[in-house]
């Protein structure tokens, strides 16, 4: 995950609204996933946006992409205890078969 | 009804054995991977076969071999299992290996415990 960076923590109180920040590093990438991983659990797939769009939105998610600065966020509103876990960023790039995942943050929602 | 499985859930061995997690997908998918979360709950790609053709290798002990019998399955054998082999190893499978297709999903996980 050195290419794609998260901070690790984030705590919120229920009802706020929490924002997850990455950035990554290569400007060929073409599509752009948030995985959410509950405890002892598999990773789930929330939502993903592709390159050439700025924002998507997904019920309580939103999804902004700034390609200039390789910046991608995650805002949950109306945060519930039930969105505690662990949020990965991951980027796919052009060629290869790769996608690389960040490590993770780790949002704690306070009821 | 489960889409990507793995078994066994845990397992906890001996420093030396040898031992194997197998992974199935009934979502028609071509692509395999296996990934390795450690205690950090980092992720990292180990392997990956499309249509039973290994297409990623990363920079894996070769104690480490992957075996794809057919496209729904894909295992992970592992000999001479170390301490530091300790982590939980995912299995995801995806549609296909490009574009949007590549969203991978992803099995419960395996918790190697090597003692």
């Known amino acids: 995950g050195e290419d794609v960076e998260q901070s690790l923590f984030l705590s919120v109180r229920e009802g706020d609204s929490s924002v997850i920040n990455c950035t990554y590093t290569d400007s060929s990438s073409t599509y752009l996933y948030w995985y959410k991983q509950e405890p002892g659990a598999g990773l789930q797939l929330l939502t993903y946006i592709f390159s050439n769009m700025d924002m998507k939105q997904d019920q309580r998610l939103t999804v902004l992409l700034n390609k200039k600065d390789k910046h991608l966020s995650l805002r949950i509103a109306d945060t519930q205890t039930g969105d505690s876990a662990i949020y990965f960023c991951?980027?796919?790039?052009?060629?290869?078969?790769?996608?690389?995942f960040g490590a993770g943050t780790r949002l704690f929602v306070k009821a | 009804d489960t889409a990507v499985s793995q078994t066994p859930k845990y397992l906890v061995t001996q420093m030396g054995n040898d031992k194997s997690i197998k992974c199935e997908q009934n979502?028609?998918?071509?692509?395999m991977y296996w990934y390795k979360q450690d205690s950090k709950k980092f992720l990292k790609i180990m392997f990956s076969y499309n249509n039973k053709e290994l297409i990623i290798n990363e920079t894996v002990p070769n104690r480490f071999s992957p075996k794809s019998p057919d496209k729904a399955h894909l295992n992970l054998h592992i000999n001479s299992l170390e301490l530091g082999d300790s982590a939980v190893y995912f299995c995801a499978s995806s549609q296909a290996s490009g574009g949007i297709q590549e969203t991978q999903y992803f099995g419960p996980g395996t918790r190697l415990l090597v003692l």
């Open positions: 991951a980027e796919r790039r052009t060629g290869g078969f790769k996608t690389i």
């Open positions: 979502l028609g998918h071509d692509t």
